[in-house]
């Protein structure tokens, strides 16, 4: 779970969604991610099918990482 701005927390597996269709869109593998982010390859698959919970920093750091 994540905590949007509204104080409503977001579904991981819904956000991971997102994030990985953000990445592909960019045509950015997972390890391009993982290396700006400070992160493994195998974490950011966590993250991508919501195994981990996201943060608002996180979603920011890989947002930067798919415009890289």
Do not use: N, P
Request: with cysteine; hydrophobic share 35%; proline share 0%.
């Amino acid at each position: 779970r994540v905590c949007g701005g509204s104080g409503r927390e977001l579904d991981s597996v819904a956000v991971g969604q997102i994030m990985r269709k953000l990445r592909l869109k960019a045509g950015l593998k997972q390890g391009h991610i993982a290396s700006h982010m400070g992160f493994t390859c195998t974490y950011v698959s966590y993250l991508e099918r919501g195994m981990r919970d996201w943060t608002k920093a996180l979603m920011q750091s890989y947002q930067q990482a798919c415009k890289a």
